[in-house]
């Protein structure tokens, strides 16, 4: 079942189930996680004569109005389902009745009736199979590119031509950690702390003054329970007080335009991982062991005990001394260049990454000749800058690596390049424009001066989305987030009630919605969740994600499921002002604006 025939589907089924009036009957207190995180394919649906909204947002036994029919009405041939016995799933023993009385049911007995009633219909909406819809190799579309009017295919190297295993991230965190003992005379103790894999995600900002790691969302705002001091989570009311009584991160103080601010930085590089581990792990000694520290002085001491790892050649000698152990997936970069020359591309290589170390993993993953499929070959770029300098010249090596002395009046193939800039870049080569598509992994380094000033497509790499399409693949996740959408939608619009029967039934709801969005974090990563979303908004990264990439993939042999033509279309998603057309505010009522009556006089 393709997406567009599921939304059709829930379209239609909400639809045609609007206008249906609530069951009566209060049911007993419903175990909701454990009815909320499963579902069966083969769920009974509602009875045809009930609905998950009402006329009214108040309990009465009248019928609904003439005014409450929708616009457009939806008539489906669906077969009679047989009724839901009770206690089936999701249900929790309730009976199912209509308003036939007109006799008064109380405050609670309405509101249950109207939450039971939403929770059947998530539960019936989802139609089987609907969870196996997404790929981890498909590619992902913020703008629209057609790969017709693409004649260049330009590519950073470390994470985009070459994917790591995750053993490296352990060997960068072990001789950076033993570099802050040694070079920088930190205690001991610190060699106790092991690298912990799944502890921090990418895209994390991190307070240099206070030492607190933590995920902020698009708006600049920290998501309640993920900021940490150390290894342990810093309670939410003591972020607010940090914060001047807030959550909100100002714009000055918050990470610049390439993630370094005065006070936060984000840590944007998937080999910046290891760094955040070793950042926690410090300053969780020092806590520990209640040691006086300057967390300034500490994140500048691991900030570059981390650099000397690059820097001293330490990575270079891993990966060179055993390619099978650290890189993955080559022969997929090699079908892709392949596939691309092939077709009479045009290909150029642009990294930070030297020569030697480039050359010992492109022979290991193509071949001795793999500068045969590259037009022009750039070395130690000095990305970003190489973007942004108009001034550093281009340097010739040799076969050996050593540096030419000549000047480089061309960029010719088969030649091996050093630093340069993209200005000459682009006057050497004649490459400008949509017709460029340009790949990387980091955000600020890669794609966004390629985006913003020189109008260059942009495609990211992001490995992250191979684990976390499965996890959005899920039956758990994907009922949990509906049933989440749904009971937020309900409590949007049953606020008008402020009795205090509806009152504490509204508690019982918000501690629902809470363990339900600590449980789909969760489900990602416990300390921090999904790299894309905050609670509900997406997160600072989504932001720069959707800003400087075209599309964004899992990894570049992803490009093998399409043909050189295919044009990339991005999905339309709802402002929230077309959102009630979407589930959670058809099945909840929200088409219909509270107090509308009390307003009407303004228009």
């Known amino acids: 079942m393709s997406f567009k025939a599921v939304g059709s589907a829930l379209t239609r089924t909400l639809w045609t189930r609007g206008q249906?009036?609530?069951?009566?009957?209060?049911?007993?207190?419903?175990?909701?996680?454990?009815?909320?995180?499963?579902?069966?394919?083969?769920?009974?649906?509602?009875?045809?004569?009930?609905?998950?909204?009402?006329?009214?947002?108040?309990?009465?036994?009248?019928?609904?109005s003439p005014s409450s029919e929708p616009p457009h009405r939806f008539t489906t041939a669906d077969k009679k389902r047989p009724k839901e016995p009770v206690g089936a799933p999701g249900v929790n023993g309730v009976r199912r009745r209509s308003y036939t009385s007109a006799a008064p049911v109380s405050q609670s007995t309405y509101l249950w009736a109207r939450y039971n009633e939403t929770k059947r219909l998530v539960h019936d909406i989802i139609p089987p199979g609907a969870c196996k819809l997404l790929n981890s190799s498909t590619i992902y579309a913020n703008n629209e590119v057609d790969l017709a009017e693409v004649d260049i295919y330009g590519f950073d190297y470390d994470y985009t031509l070459a994917m790591y295993s995750n053993a490296l991230?352990?060997?960068?965190?072990?001789?950076?950690?033993?570099?802050?003992?040694?070079?920088?005379?930190?205690?001991?103790?610190?060699?106790?702390?092991?690298?912990?894999?799944?502890?921090?995600?990418?895209?994390?900002?991190?307070?240099?003054?206070?030492?607190?790691?933590?995920?902020?969302?698009?708006?600049?705002?920290?998501?309640?329970g993920t900021v940490y001091r150390g290894l342990s989570p810093v309670p939410d009311d003591e972020v607010r007080q940090l914060y001047g009584g807030t959550f909100h991160i100002p714009l000055q103080q918050d990470s610049?335009?390439?993630?370094?601010?005065?006070?936060?930085?984000?840590?944007?590089?998937?080999?910046?991982?290891?760094?955040?581990?070793?950042?926690?792990?410090?300053?969780?000694?020092?806590?520990?062991?209640?040691?006086?520290?300057?967390?300034?002085?500490?994140?500048?001491?691991?900030?570059?005990?981390?650099?000397?790892?690059?820097?001293?050649?330490?990575?270079?000698?891993?990966v060179m001394g055993d390619l099978d152990k650290y890189i993955l997936r080559g022969e997929e970069t090699d079908a892709v260049l392949h596939r691309l020359v092939n077709?009479?591309?045009?290909?150029?290589?642009?990294?930070?990454?030297?020569?030697?170390?480039?050359?010992?993993?492109?022979?290991?993953?193509?071949?001795?000749?793999?500068?045969?499929?590259?037009?022009?070959?750039?070395?130690?770029?000095?990305?970003?800058?190489?973007?942004?300098?108009?001034?550093?010249?281009?340097?010739?090596?040799?076969?050996?690596?050593?540096?030419?002395?000549?000047?480089?009046?061309?960029?010719?193939?088969?030649?091996?390049?050093?630093?340069?800039?993209?200005?000459?870049f682009l006057r050497l080569t004649g490459w400008t424009g949509s017709k460029v598509l340009y790949f990387g992994d980091h955000l600020y380094s890669d794609l966004a001066d390629l985006m913003l000033r020189h109008g260059w497509r942009t495609a990211a790499i992001?490995?992250?989305?191979?684990?976390?399409?499965?996890?959005?693949?899920?039956?758990?996740?994907?009922?949990?987030?509906?049933?989440?959408?749904?009971?937020?939608?309900?409590?949007?619009?049953?606020?008008?009630?402020?009795?205090?029967?509806s009152q504490k039934i509204f508690e019982e709801w918000q501690q629902e919605r809470e363990e339900l969005r600590v449980m789909t974090k969760n489900l990602f990563n416990p300390q921090f969740g999904s790299i894309f979303r905050t609670c509900h908004n997406p997160t600072y990264f989504s932001r720069r994600l959707s800003r400087f990439s075209d599309i964004y993939m899992a990894s570049l042999s992803c490009l093998l499921n399409y043909d050189e033509s295919y044009t990339f279309y991005p999905r339309r998603t709802p402002l929230q002002h077309e959102a009630p057309l979407w589930m959670d505010q058809l099945c909840t009522g929200c088409m219909k604006t509270p107090f509308l009556e009390e307003m009407s006089h303004i228009r």
């Open 20 to 64: 249906r009036t609530p069951p009566a009957a209060r049911p007993p207190k419903v175990n909701r996680l454990s009815t909320t995180c499963s579902v069966s394919g083969k769920q009974q649906g509602c009875d045809k004569t009930k609905s998950c909204s009402s006329d009214s947002d108040r309990p009465s036994g009248e019928g609904p």
């Open 462 to 501: 992001v490995p992250e989305l191979e684990r976390e399409t499965q996890v959005v693949s899920t039956d758990r996740y994907a009922v949990s987030l509906t049933w989440l959408q749904a009971l937020t939608g309900l409590m949007e619009r049953l606020q008008i009630h402020r009795d205090s029967e």
């Open 343 to 424: 077709k009479g591309k045009k290909l150029f290589l642009i990294t930070n990454s030297p020569f030697r170390f480039v050359n010992k993993g492109m022979t290991h993953m193509v071949g001795k000749n793999w500068r045969d499929f590259f037009d022009v070959v750039i070395v130690q770029a000095e990305k970003p800058h190489f973007f942004t300098d108009c001034i550093k010249p281009f340097r010739r090596l040799d076969s050996n690596g050593d540096l030419q002395w000549e000047k480089i009046k061309s960029l010719n193939k088969g030649e091996i390049y050093k630093q340069g800039n993209l200005f000459d």
């Open 256 to 318: 610049g335009f390439y993630g370094k601010g005065p006070k936060i930085k984000q840590f944007m590089d998937i080999f910046s991982i290891p760094e955040m581990n070793l950042l926690a792990a410090a300053n969780d000694f020092f806590i520990s062991n209640d040691i006086d520290y300057d967390p300034v002085h500490l994140f500048k001491d691991v900030s570059e005990a981390v650099g000397m790892v690059h820097l001293q050649g330490y990575m270079y000698k891993w």
């Open 169 to 224: 991230e352990k060997m960068i965190y072990n001789t950076a950690r033993n570099f802050l003992i040694k070079n920088f005379k930190y205690p001991e103790g610190i060699q106790r702390y092991d690298y912990i894999p799944n502890f921090a995600v990418r895209g994390l900002h991190y307070d240099i003054q206070k030492g607190l790691l933590m995920k902020i969302d698009a708006f600049h705002y920290i998501q309640a």
